[in-house]
Each structure stands twice: as structure tokens, then as C-alpha cells.
């Protein structure tokens, strides 16, 4: 029998603190876990205020290393847990990849990774929450030409999900073929939820004050004063910003930015910021000391069919390791802000089995 997911999750567990990701969350993380075959790279979507224990699931799928190809071969037996709409979307995925798989894909020379996101509302719900997924480009030429870059994402859109609505999918990507060719259109999301589906956008941007640029030229019905202010004690150690925005023909006002870290600052920045987090209230001490504790990186030993592997790899059979390293690290943290609400932040544990690209 093929190892899940959640063999993986067990990897993790003796370095996850209760305080961050609590007992119940961890279960239902498992549960979604078993029903997934063995990816390389995830991370857990932790809320750091006191009270508020929720946590989400993300999880990627890496062509690089095979693994669009093991999830469109991936088998799975369809349980009581799993509601229709659950099923629909994996079956959607799964779909995706055994198109991505064929060799003479238009979209593999450009296509970066997919991610299915699962939101865990109430991890005691009788479903598993269905995901929601979206996808990224690889860095490459067509990040200078918006118009271009536009193009490309409504084929992928139309691909992925082909129930999207023709009107919502010209009106984004119209928006996305306007946008300066200085910020980057980062990954792009599908989130269909309530019976209502948003199409979600990321931008890469440099500065803050450029932040507040897009949001203008956007026309974003928030207050720009006000989220300045409340952004302030957060932005000043920031290699650059990620912000994502909801579209469902307009752009929603709760927005989430987030603040990456200089790589090799990135304990140290994560210590300065989680600190002003508690002094606000937005974190707790505990949720603090967990969040300091993940970055590093252990080994474990694992059959040769538990991870995909790149071609050149599966070509030789026998050069596949045994040992391998995983990785642990929070290069980002994540301010929501939702205009007459209290800001809501988040941190992205993350987890990655280091592969280099195929060549």
C-alpha cells in the first residue's frame, strides 16, 4: 500500500507545540492528510491571537519532482467523511494534473506549482472542508508584459476550472493586463465557497509605499490612511510584500499583506516581529515561543516509494536516497486587515523536503 500524506504529517509531530496547532486541528489535518499521497512541500496557516485557535492546511503539488504525475495516479476510495463537493474538487485536481503530465503541455515551460488550501473552520465538522486551489508561474520573460502574462492566466483558469464564470475571468484578467510592469503578478487563486466563487490575486511588491499605490489604482474601497497606520511597526524589516486581494467582480475590502523576510535575518526579524505582535495583543507568548522553535531541519529515512523524484533520479533507480532532509522554516507572516475590525495575523509554518529542479 502506497504511503499517504500523513505518514509525513508524523514526521512533523514531535516538533509541532500544542500551544501553536492544538490536538483537534492536528487530527483533522491527519484525516485530510490520509487521503493525499506523499507531497514534498506544505505548511500549516496558524491564527496567533490567544483565543483564536483556527488553523488551515496547505499543501503543494511540485511538477518538478513528478508530482502532478502522482497525484493524477493517485487512487483513492471515497468515504463517509468526504461530502460531494469534496469529491467533485479532488477529482477536478486530479483531472488538472493528468493534463499537466503530458510531456507536450503548453504551460510546463511556465508553470510553477498548485496548491490546495484547505480551510479548517471546525475541525469537528462531520465533512473534511472542501479545497479551494490556486496556482503560480515560474519566474520568467512574461513577467515584464502584463498583457501577455494575462493571457496566459485566463487559458490556465479556463483549464483548471472551466465552470468559472466567462465574464469574472475577462473583467480579472483585464484588471491583471493593466497592471505596471514593475509588480510582479505573483500566484492566482480559485475559491469557491457559500456558493459563491472569488478569484483571489497575490502581487509581489517592493515597498510598502508601492502597496498603497496599487490599492489606489485598484480603487480599493478601504481606508489607505488608516491601514498605513495600523501596517507601521510591521514594515520596515521586509524584503518585500505580498498582497491578495479577492475579486468577485469587485475587489473586496479585507485584504491580507504579507511581510517576507530578508532570508538570512529571516530568526531574527521573526523574533523582532512576533515580539511587537504580543506587545499589541495579537499574539500570545505562547503561540510566540512556538512560532520562534520551528525553524530548523531534521532527517528520516524513507522507502523509495514513499517521496516522487525528479526523472533523472528515477532513471537510476538505485540513486534514489534512503535519508532525506526536511526542512522547517517561517520566512513570512501575514497581516489581515478588514476595514472596523481588529487586524488578524497569521504565520505559515512551513515544511519541504529540498530538491533541486531536473535539468
Request: aromatic share 12%.
Amino acid at each position: 500500500m502506497k504511503p499517504t500524506l500523513a505518514s509525513y504529517i508524523d514526521f512533523l509531530t514531535p516538533f509541532i507545540s500544542p500551544d501553536l496547532i492544538s490536538e483537534p486541528y492536528l487530527n483533522r489535518i491527519r484525516t485530510i492528510a490520509e487521503r493525499l499521497p506523499v507531497l514534498s512541500l506544505g505548511s500549516f496557516e496558524c491564527w496567533l491571537a490567544e483565543n483564536e485557535p483556527r488553523v488551515d492546511f496547505n499543501i503543494s503539488i511540485n511538477p518538478r519532482i513528478n508530482e502532478h504525475r502522482t497525484m493524477s495516479e493517485w487512487g483513492h476510495t471515497n468515504e463517509l467523511s468526504e461530502s460531494e463537493a469534496y469529491q467533485a474538487m479532488r477529482g477536478q485536481i486530479r483531472s488538472f494534473c493528468t493534463i499537466w503530465s503530458q510531456e507536450d503541455f503548453f504551460l510546463n515551460p511556465l508553470f510553477g506549482e498548485l496548491w490546495e488550501v484547505y480551510d479548517i473552520t471546525n475541525p469537528n465538522e462531520p465533512f473534511l472542508p472542501v479545497p479551494w486551489i490556486y496556482f503560480s508561474f515560474l519566474t520568467n520573460a512574461l513577467d515584464s508584459d502584463p498583457t501577455i502574462k494575462a493571457e496566459v492566466v485566463a487559458k490556465t483558469l479556463t483549464l483548471i476550472d472551466n465552470d468559472l464564470s466567462v465574464e469574472l475571468k475577462q473583467k480579472f484578467c483585464r484588471i491583471l493586463s493593466k497592471m505596471p510592469a514593475t509588480i510582479r503578478i505573483g500566484p492566482i487563486g480559485i475559491n469557491k465557497r457559500n456558493n459563491k466563487t472569488s478569484l483571489r490575486l497575490f502581487l509581489e511588491i517592493k515597498t510598502f509605499e508601492e502597496v498603497v499605490s496599487i490599492l489606489k489604482k485598484l480603487k480599493w474601497k478601504g481606508d489607505v490612511e488608516k491601514l498605513t497606520e495600523e501596517m507601521s511597526g510591521f514594515i520596515n524589516d521586509c524584503q518585500f510584500f505580498g498582497l491578495a486581494l479577492d475579486f468577485d467582480g469587485k475587489f473586496q475590502t479585507k485584504i491580507g499583506i504579507d511581510c517576507h523576510f530578508y532570508q538570512e535575518r529571516a530568526q531574527e526579524t521573526l523574533e523582532a516581529m512576533t515580539l511587537t505582535l504580543c506587545q499589541k495583543r495579537l499574539c500570545s507568548e505562547a503561540k510566540r515561543e512556538a512560532v520562534l522553535q520551528w525553524n530548523g531541519s531534521f532527517e528520516v529515512d524513507t522507502p523509495p516509494d514513499f517521496w516522487s523524484w525528479h526523472n533523472r533520479i528515477l532513471a537510476q533507480p538505485t540513486s534514489i536516497p534512503s535519508r532525506v532532509r526536511i526542512k522547517r522554516k517561517i520566512d513570512f507572516i501575514k497581516i489581515v486587515y478588514e476595514p472596523t475590525k481588529p487586524l488578524t495575523v497569521k504565520v505559515y509554518p512551513l515544511f519541504t523536503r529540498p530538491v533541486m529542479r531536473d535539468s
